[in-house]
């Protein structure tokens, strides 16, 4: 069973800057592929980036493309987003997510096995 722990969200103005982590403990990390959902306010979860387990494909939403950075350091079972420039829209809770298949880089499409608890991002205008 993988766990997966995020942190850093916040309140930030627009325009503003902040970087999510999320780091997993249990048997896999290094060959899966990791990612970040959101859910705004009575929408339901929406896929906005995702990395492969050796960090060399990534992924974005086009509403996130060129502002969010996800990265991932695998001796520290940590993922991250950085998120800059951030927009009222942006507003909302973030979870960390796992593919449980090793080496399937696919969160875009089939979303994640895993779940965080999500932590929440407010952007005010």
């Known amino acids: 069973q993988v766990h997966l722990v995020e942190s850093g969200g916040g309140l930030v103005q627009a325009g503003g800057s902040l970087m999510l982590s999320c780091t997993a403990s249990?048997?896999?990390?290094?060959?899966?592929?990791m990612g970040w959902f959101r859910r705004a306010p009575g929408k339901d979860a929406e896929f906005v980036s995702a990395?492969?387990?050796?960090?060399?494909?990534?992924h974005y939403a086009p509403s996130v493309k060129g502002r969010f950075t996800i990265s991932r350091d695998n001796h520290k079972r940590t993922a991250y987003l950085q998120m800059n420039s951030l927009k009222p829209e942006d507003t909302g809770v973030y979870y960390c997510v796992c593919d449980a298949t090793a080496g399937r880089d696919s969160i875009d499409v089939f979303g994640g096995d895993y779940w965080g608890q999500g932590t929440q991002v407010t952007v005010s205008s």
């Open positions: 249990g048997p896999t990390f290094f060959n899966n592929a």
């Open positions: 990395i492969s387990g050796t960090g060399k494909s990534t």
